[in-house]
């Protein structure tokens, strides 16, 4: 049934949920539209923490971080390829985005430093728990406490637009059908598209076939939905990937376990590459590889050597081996095409020689227990988008605004650039999602 609000929201991620929260508390009438059967998109599976500075906790610890150190940091980090405005916007607001979060009963009170990052600026759940959970519990208890109306279940399908070119609503569609949400202001919050490979390869066609860390319906809805009413998209071939994340579980095994000596084994129980070469050779090589998989191989030594492991060998995707004999059983390969391959690894690494070209060759991976990881390459942030300004405004593809459209989160463009460091997505869907609730709002209230 046709409803009338004054603020319509696509998507109950963390910048869906912000806006719409924000929006409420300024007195609009809001309506959330999430199209899976439950809210948090990728938000929820953020392991990071949030970017924030000159917050009153970072001060606390004394540091001598700035408004101007992170602007530089996130500038130097995405390759200067970022709008310099919206960095500004996100270093600035940074800060209140947290206070906001803890006034609203989140937990952030943990502060620690990130790659990329000058000084520790990292805001974090206490305790190890992880940010992306405790976002989206922090702002949906919010909306449930506000009684904002969230339909999940619930997708929109099109933007409505009056001849003047000014957003005037939603169509959504849920199992009984279709129908119009007509409002005054339309906040874009469905997020990335690093789920869709199809998309994905279109504008950047070595990424074909690519497994990736984000939530299903990380489809890019919300960008092909904005590209039929004239909206510009802007880096949509900047997209964040990751080399080794195991299948299925999209957890990202990280680039230290190589960089300490781990190799990589196929199904045949043969090494193949040069390990540490770039992300994107090695992320190619595994895909020709059987299954398109290749296994992290190391041993008690190397493990040993980097704290980070000590979570992954707990995990059952972590294959465990007391003998080499073992772990070749347990990966499934050849036990005498293993020891070959461990063979010629150590007898490359004492000549100094490695047939794959591997400079550094730290250990020799010959102390029991034996741990091998299956892991293929995979997206993770698709850092192009809608372009928007500091106020989230949509521009079209002739460089006016949208009456009445806003947009934040994954679905923009130009927040990140070329590379988004860790942290900083928490801080552009808090941010810019709150200022995009704000702006809905004023737009409505100028139409009264
Ligand atoms: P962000 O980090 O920018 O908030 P998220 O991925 O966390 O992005 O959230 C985006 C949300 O939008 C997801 O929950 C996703 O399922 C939802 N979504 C995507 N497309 C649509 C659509 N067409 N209609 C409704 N919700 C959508």
Known sequence: EDINVDVAVIGAGGAGLSAAVQANELGAKVVVVEKMAMVGGNTVRAAGGLNATETALQKAKGTKDSVEIMYFDTMKGGHWLNDPALVRTLAEKSASSVDWLLAHGGDLRDVGLMAGATFPRTHRPTGGALVGPEVVRTLYTAAKAEKIDIRTNTQATK?????????????????????TIHSKAVVNAAGGFGANNELVSKYVPRLKGFATTNHPGATGDGLLLAEKIGANLIQMDQIQTHPTVVPKVGEMITEAVRG????LVNKEGKRFFNELQTRDAVSAAILKQ??????????????KSLKATNGYIK????????????????????AADLKATMDAWKAGKAANKDAFGRAD?????????FYAIAVTPAVHHTM???????????????GQVIP???AAGEVTGGVHGGNRLGGNAQADI?????????QAFIFARQLD
């Open 290 to 303: 059987k299954d398109g998989i290749a296994y992290l191989f190391f041993d008690s030594d190397m493990q």
């Open 404 to 406: 009445g459209f806003f």
């Open 361 to 369: 060759m730290p250990r020799d991976l010959d102390k029991g227990p």
């Open 430 to 438: 808090v941010t810019f999602g709150r200022i995009a609730g704000q």
């Open 260 to 263: 300490n000596g781990a190799i």
């Open 315 to 334: 995990q059952p995707y972590c294959l465990t081996g007391a003998t080499l004999d073992e772990i070749a059983g347990k990966m499934g390969v050849p």
């Open 384 to 398: 192009g988008g809608i372009k928007i300004d500091p106020l989230t405004q949509v521009y079209n593809v002739k």
């Open 159 to 179: 933007i409505l637009t009056d001849k003047t070119g000014r957003v005037t609503g939603i169509q959504v569609k849920d199992k009984n059908g279709t129908y």
